[in-house]
């Protein structure tokens, strides 16, 4: 069925550093993709999305590309602040009947100054 | 400004107590789900609505029951019969349900068991 997969965390780095999150999907039908942040306590936040393939979605300083080849849609940031730690959720919506979105399980990033 | 609002934040819950959590929109939207987050797991998603007066079953549905009279307040009620409820509960709400929309989504509710 339709899945979602992360790389898992925590992920630890130091502030300014380079910024990767893996993340790959099903490759069933034509799915949006999502990337949603949650700040300790909080409900997500949509950080970006992209609807076809060879979208890129972008929003303060992130960005990641839809790939259909490869099927990963992998976040990053050229330089990471402390305010960046958080919980990353990577999502696609289904293929069938109601839209639902499909969540990995999460990546935690936790950045030092 | 426009939102979601959830209430309470934290909710105690004894045995055999069904309990329930507020789930409200402003922004107008049709569509409105809940999650359940558990530590180191994804969202799961428990109900959904697409439209005012009518729900469907997510993918945990049992244990739990929703409503939706009014298009902004969607409820859940975690009844006696959810053997483990303790979890971080999450309301979203969309424009409609096209699969490229964004899903809004409250604060959030935690409940415990006493």
């Given at each position: 069925?339709?899945?979602v997969?992360q790389m898992?965390?925590?992920?630890?780095?130091?502030?300014?550093?380079?910024l990767t999150i893996n993340c790959t999907y099903?490759?069933?039908?034509?799915p949006s993709l999502f990337w949603y942040v949650q700040?300790?306590?909080?409900?997500l936040q949509l950080l970006l999305k992209a609807t076809?393939?060879?979208d890129k979605g972008s929003n303060k300083g992130f960005e990641a590309t839809y790939r259909?080849?490869?099927?990963s849609f992998h976040l990053e940031k050229?330089?990471?602040?402390?305010?960046d730690?958080a919980v990353y959720f990577c999502a696609r919506s289904?293929?069938?009947?109601?839209?639902?979105l499909v969540f990995g399980t999460g990546t935690?990033l936790?950045?030092?100054? | 400004?426009?939102?979601?609002?959830?209430?309470?934040?934290?909710?105690?819950?004894?045995?055999?107590?069904?309990?329930?959590?507020?789930?409200?929109?402003?922004?107008?939207?049709?569509?409105?789900?809940?999650?359940?987050?558990?530590?180191?797991?994804g969202l799961?998603?428990?109900?959904?609505?697409?439209?005012?007066?009518?729900?469907?079953?997510?993918?945990?549905?049992?244990?739990?029951?929703?409503?939706?009279?009014?298009?902004?307040?969607?409820?859940?009620?975690?009844?006696?019969?959810?053997?483990?409820?303790?979890?971080?509960?999450?309301?979203?709400?969309?424009?409609?349900?096209?699969?490229?929309?964004t899903q809004?989504f409250?604060?959030?509710?935690?409940?415990?068991?006493?």
């Amino acid at each position: 069925g339709d899945s979602v997969t992360q790389m898992e965390g925590p992920v630890t780095l130091s502030e300014e550093a380079f910024l990767t999150i893996n993340c790959t999907y099903t490759a069933t039908g034509y799915p949006s993709l999502f990337w949603y942040v949650q700040y300790p306590g909080e409900g997500l936040q949509l950080l970006l999305k992209a609807t076809k393939a060879d979208d890129k979605g972008s929003n303060k300083g992130f960005e990641a590309t839809y790939r259909k080849e490869t099927t990963s849609f992998h976040l990053e940031k050229g330089s990471v602040q402390v305010s960046d730690s958080a919980v990353y959720f990577c999502a696609r919506s289904k293929n069938t009947g109601f839209q639902k979105l499909v969540f990995g399980t999460g990546t935690r990033l936790l950045v030092s100054p | 400004d426009g939102g979601i609002t959830q209430s309470p934040k934290y909710l105690f819950r004894k045995e055999g107590q069904n309990v329930t959590l507020s789930c409200e929109q402003n922004l107008n939207h049709d569509a409105m789900y809940w999650y359940r987050q558990d530590p180191g797991q994804g969202l799961r998603l428990i109900y959904y609505s697409q439209i005012v007066n009518d729900f469907q079953k997510g993918d945990i549905a049992e244990g739990y029951s929703v409503s939706r009279e009014k298009k902004e307040s969607f409820p859940l009620t975690v009844t006696s019969a959810q053997k483990n409820p303790t979890a971080f509960y999450l309301c979203a709400s969309s424009i409609g349900a096209s699969g490229a929309e964004t899903q809004y989504f409250g604060p959030g509710t935690r409940l415990l068991v006493l």
